[in-house]
């Protein structure tokens, strides 16, 4: 095999509107300020990642991912892209956390070794094509009555499960809320909530308790990320499946969590995980368990969850997907990858490596830092 080492890498900070504020407990988003990588071979070959930094919730910030992936471009120059482990390593070695940056690096050398193979990433990471996959659409955490309605648009445009934001004290009043998005909804279309840490132990279990009624599948991140033994006291107290959002960044915490039995189920993000290499850990564990996971999203557009669908498709015990941030933006600058079809099922194509990329004309009017 002639072996190609990495010749160049371009760095290109992006912003896109979104068509309204994404409004959780920790906040309103406005824009998705995401990074793009492009990481080229010495054949011209290049595979390109895409990360969505939350500073709620990594601690990181787009100028911060810019000026971190400069440093790591440097380090990669003239490596062999197949070392990916190697890679990851390197980049935990140079510095601590900082998932959101090493999973644009890792999403694009998993793009340009599988098309190096000429496989579908999806192959390249021996999953299953056949798999089905769904994704749900997210009620932002609003007035009542505003997410009661944006819940009965959701359902009339045929999405199969919705997933609601909550998240306040005293939690009283996000039982109304679900009292009225069922009541304008009825109850037959399943509902997933996320609290996004905003409860404490006390309010996250009478809000579960009370909810108990309402066809709901799960419930993320009740109570502060980390807080391991009041988890562990809502896992076995609660009516609703707790799923681990924000405790679980990487398999290190997973395996916390699976040892303190402090959730019922994960919610793996590439973008939290440090990346594809790191989320099959998360998932392999899970699924030495039994455990179920979910796939979910930051703001990425369709190229950043191309790539997370691919590895959907190589976890059958990955049931969940939330996979709607490319609805949320108001312009699709993305070529080629995963689309939306009947009843919102998402499905990749057979091209080699993850199958997205970037309009050349979107990604002119920014600015772009190469590295070679």
């Not at 595979?47 to 992936?69: K, L, M, N």
Request: charged letters at 25%.
């Amino acid at each position: 095999m002639h072996k190609t080492t990495i010749h160049k890498i371009e760095i290109i900070p992006i912003e896109i509107a979104l068509t309204e504020p994404f409004v959780i407990s920790k906040g309103a988003l406005t824009h998705a300020r995401n990074t793009v990588v492009k990481i080229y071979n010495t054949d011209g070959t290049y595979g390109t990642g895409e990360c969505c930094p939350y500073r709620s919730i990594h601690g990181e910030t787009q100028t911060g991912t810019v000026a971190f992936a400069r440093e790591l471009a440097k380090n990669l120059l003239g490596e062999d892209p197949r070392e990916i482990r190697k890679h990851i390593a390197l980049m935990d070695k140079m510095i601590v956390g900082n998932a959101s940056v090493k999973c644009a690096f890792d999403m694009a050398l998993y793009d340009l070794v599988s098309k190096m193979d000429g496989l579908p990433l999806y192959a390249y990471l021996l999953g299953d094509k056949s798999k089905k996959i769904y994704t749900d659409n997210t009620v932002s955490l609003l007035e009542k009555e505003i997410m009661a309605e944006k819940a009965l648009k959701f359902k009339e445009m045929g999405f199969p499960v919705l997933k609601v934001k909550l998240g306040e004290r005293p939690a009283k009043k996000d039982v109304e809320r679900i009292q009225a998005i069922r009541k304008t909804i009825g109850k037959d279309l399943p509902l997933r909530i996320d609290a996004n840490q905003a409860w404490n132990y006390a309010e996250a279990k009478y809000a579960l308790q009370a909810m108990a009624d309402f066809n709901i599948e799960h419930c993320e991140e009740p109570i502060q990320a980390g807080n391991i033994s009041d988890q562990r006291r809502l896992v076995v107290e609660s009516p609703i499946p707790v799923m681990a959002d924000e405790t679980v960044f990487n398999h290190k915490d997973a395996a916390l969590v699976i040892r303190e039995s402090a959730a019922d189920s994960f919610n793996i993000k590439l973008g939290k995980s440090g990346g594809i290499t790191n989320a099959m850990k998360i998932a392999g564990l899970a699924q030495a368990c039994d455990m179920y996971c979910q796939v979910g999203s930051f703001s990425e557009s369709r190229l950043g969850i191309t790539a997370l669908v691919h590895f959907d498709m190589a976890w059958d015990n990955i049931i969940f997907h939330d996979l709607d941030s490319p609805l949320m933006l108001s312009e699709d600058p993305v070529i080629g990858g995963m689309e939306y079809g009947k009843d919102w099922q998402v499905t990749v194509t057979d091209d080699p490596g993850h199958g997205a990329d970037f309009d050349p004309v979107f990604l002119q009017k920014f600015e772009m830092m190469t590295i070679k």
